[in-house]
């Protein structure tokens, strides 16, 4: 009987990564999937070309590499569907148990193909069309949704609109005041620090206020996660009408992103003659003040496509390996790098946009209150527990903010304007919507330092969303008018887009 030809490991190579990339879509571009795709495909075309030299039959060595590359691929999505299972009161709690089961169900399968003395076309035959069936149907799932958001992703949500402004006279406004928007990651608002922690943040607050800042002590976030809430604020506007666009059961990021990175504050202070700097890599920026990657892994931190290479390989066997490298973040020195690197900036001549998110004080803890080093079993990028450790990083960032500021102040030659605030509060209670959740996910710290503003002008409650809209308002005579500050929610494991208004829980 004539051979088949055995394509099915390379399909088999590839769907897995095919299948994460449409998985991910609105995350992820095209050029991120073609390093691990050529890796994948070079791995499997030396496992494939080896195995048909020691067996000297290409069915078998097909049919071999196909079961390694299926088990291979599969056992991270089996680990996470059977972690923490309990058979009686035996819990699954390790990687152990699966490697075991992987590993006999491995050997046995390969012994019995070798062993084997059947005519093995029609298993390659099927295996070919299994393997092509998966490919062809990712292929055309990916196809459908590029076509179905290609004009969505190219109209003015993801490019902003031209910004009408009333006439400005620039003899009147030169020379521009620097602009620093410092987000300080999870930072919990003076009442929540005091009722979660019996902390009292005044000291902070009134160094603030002495140096000229008015502390919005009844401030919240407009959404309760930074890829709503800074979407909304740096475009000054809310963002509730994305839900008509993207549908309201939509968990696709990817407009999110795109304004976040590409936003009206940005265009409107470019076209001023503003260099935007950015403390984290935006490729609409000026000059990308880099100080790496937050993790520590240095191969995988070197590469832009990190995040969807660890993605992958986290479904793989390697998944013991790759969560290991993920808890061992490299806050530290990405931390001190941009509280340095930001007062560098001031050098820069002309008039300047600064754009800094901070991780801190946002778990993982890592920063002592003297920023002394932190031990920990294992550092995580959600887990907020224990709490005495986020009060101790919180009361590092005080001192870090407090020295930032006071080398801006005394070495700028114009007052600058600076906005100190947070993106969303804290979550010690969880995800799950409730009022005491409410409460500390949204109350936010968010101070303003605004030269040769009168002070009255601003109240307790302003939001993120007013940010812009007051200072383009006030110092460039811009046509924009405060809005009404709303606070909303949305359940982020079910939808990005379906907001309900809880502005009165909060409050």
């Not at 051979?3 to 991910?24: E, M, R, T």
């Not at 309760?224 to 059961?249: A, D, H, V």
């Not at 040769?452 to 940010?467: A, E, F, G, Q, W």
């Amino acid at each position: 009987m004539k051979k088949a030809p055995v394509f099915h490991p390379f399909l088999f190579a590839i769907f897995p990564i095919l299948f994460l990339f449409f998985y991910n879509i609105g995350q992820v571009s095209f050029a991120q999937i073609l390093v691990p795709t050529a890796f994948v495909l070079s791995f499997t075309f030396i496992l494939f070309l080896s195995l048909s030299l020691v067996l000297r039959n290409i069915e078998k060595a097909g049919i071999i590499t196909s079961l390694f590359l299926i088990l291979f691929f599969s056992y991270g999505h089996i680990f996470d569907i059977i972690y923490g299972r309990q058979i009686g009161s035996f819990v699954i709690d390790s990687n152990i148990y699966l490697m075991l089961i992987w590993g006999l169900l491995f050997s046995c399968s390969t012994y019995s193909i070798i062993k084997t003395r059947r005519d093995l076309h029609n298993s390659t035959s099927l295996l070919n069309t299994v393997a092509f069936s998966l490919v062809i149907l990712t292929l055309i799932n990916i196809g459908v949704y590029k076509v179905k958001t290609r004009g969505l992703l190219q109209n003015d949500v993801i490019s902003p609109a031209h910004i009408s402004t009333a006439p400005l006279d620039l003899k009147k406004a030169a020379p521009f005041r620097d602009i620093y928007y410092i987000i300080l990651d999870g930072y919990a608002r003076s009442d929540t620090l005091f009722e979660l922690f019996g902390y009292d943040n005044h000291e902070f607050t009134d160094y603030l206020t002495e140096k000229g800042f008015y502390v919005a002590s009844k401030s919240c976030c407009n959404y309760q996660c930074t890829f709503l809430s800074l979407p909304s604020s740096l475009n000054m506007e809310y963002i509730n009408y994305l839900r008509e666009k993207m549908g309201k059961k939509s968990r696709d990021p990817l407009i999110l992103m795109r304004m976040m990175n590409d936003n009206k504050v940005t265009r409107f202070l470019k076209a001023r003659g503003y260099k935007f700097i950015s403390a984290r890599k935006n490729r609409h920026a000026d000059l990308n003040l880099d100080c790496g990657s937050l993790y520590s892994c240095p191969f995988l931190s070197a590469l832009d496509f990190y995040e969807f290479t660890s993605a992958l390989w986290r479904t793989t066997i390697l998944q013991p390996v790759i969560s290991y490298f993920n808890s061992i973040v490299n806050l530290r020195p990405v931390v001190l790098c941009m509280f340095s690197k930001l007062v560098q900036a001031q050098k820069i001549e002309g008039p300047k946009y600064v754009f800094a998110h901070f991780p801190i004080p946002h778990p993982p803890y890592v920063f002592g209150r003297n920023g002394e080093k932190v031990t920990q079993t294992k550092s995580s990028m959600t887990a907020w527990e224990p709490k005495w450790q986020y009060l101790n990083q919180l009361i590092f960032v005080n001192k870090k903010v407090t020295e930032l500021i006071e080398k801006i102040l005394s070495e700028s030659e114009v007052a600058p304007i600076i906005i100190i605030q947070a993106d969303h509060g804290v979550a010690f209670s969880g995800n799950q919507a409730s009022e005491r959740m409410f409460k500390e996910r949204m109350r936010i710290f968010n101070a303003y330092f605004l030269p040769n503003i009168n002070k009255d002008l601003l109240y307790k409650s302003i939001t993120p969303v007013n940010t812009f809209r007051f200072i383009f308002k006030h110092y460039f005579n811009a046509n924009y008018n405060l809005i009404d500050d709303k606070v909303y929610f949305t359940n982020v494991d079910e939808s990005l887009y379906n907001f309900t208004d809880i502005t009165n829980k909060v409050n």
